[in-house]
């Protein structure tokens, strides 16, 4: 049988140009790019090479916001727990001052006195205060009266806001003109104390048993 020579040559050069070693270019294959490597492993539900990087950035993030978190929330306590202690002695103070003021008076002096109280309280009290200011004056004058408050204790017994309730405790030297030099006698008095734009005010006084 007569072989075909020239046929032979032909299958032979093109089973050469499919050789492993061929050039892509000309064997006319396309090499895969990353981006389409990428994209396969994707659509077979594999995950991508940048997932753990993105994922290590977001938990990187959301640690950050909460240690921010932790310390505003820290720097607001410590701040708040100062103001409060900074309120608590102011209202102690008021306290201690308004007592002295409410229980140390003189006959010599009894206008400048009164108008003290009248500085240091607000409110009803205050108005009431105000109206009989006028015959307490004249008693005072009178009987030649005269009392210093010696403070032993101030205690607070409350406070909520800008108001606070604080217990003073108080020996009371008093003398008159037809009782002078008496001895001391304790009082203990329960002060309801509000702060105000210029200060701590006296909104109420009552004597404790």
């Known amino acids: 049988m007569a072989v075909d020579v020239g046929a032979s040559l032909t299958e032979v050069s093109d089973t050469d140009d499919r050789s492993p070693g061929a050039d892509p270019e000309t064997s006319g294959v396309v090499p895969a790019r990353a981006e389409d490597a990428e994209t396969a492993h994707r659509a077979a539900g594999q995950p991508s090479s940048r997932a753990p990087i993105r994922t290590v950035f977001l938990l990187g993030l ?13 720097l607001h306590r410590d701040h708040e727990a100062r103001r409060l202690v900074a309120q608590r ?59 210093t408050g010696r403070i032993t204790e101030v205690g607070l017994e409350s406070m909520e806001g800008n108001a606070a309730r604080v217990l003073v405790a108080a020996n009371i030297v008093m003398s008159s003109k037809a009782h002078p030099n008496q ?10 104390l509000r702060e105000e734009g210029d200060g701590v005010k006296v ?5 404790v048993p």
């Not at 959301?62 to 820290?74: G, H, I, Q």
């Open 89 to 147: 002695e102011a209202f102690l103070a008021a306290g201690r001052e308004a007592a002295i003021y409410l229980t140390t008076l003189d006959h010599t002096r009894i206008e400048a006195d009164v108008a003290r109280i009248l500085d240091m309280t607000t409110g009803t009290f205050r108005d009431g205060f105000e109206q009989r200011a006028p015959a307490f004056i004249d008693v005072i004058r009178q009987n030649q009266s005269s009392s």
């Open 203 to 207: 909104a109420d006084v009552r004597l």
């Open 183 to 192: 001895p001391p006698k304790p009082w203990r008095m329960r002060l309801d």
């Open 62 to 74: 959301v640690m950050v916001v909460a240690m921010v978190s932790v310390v505003l929330w820290t």
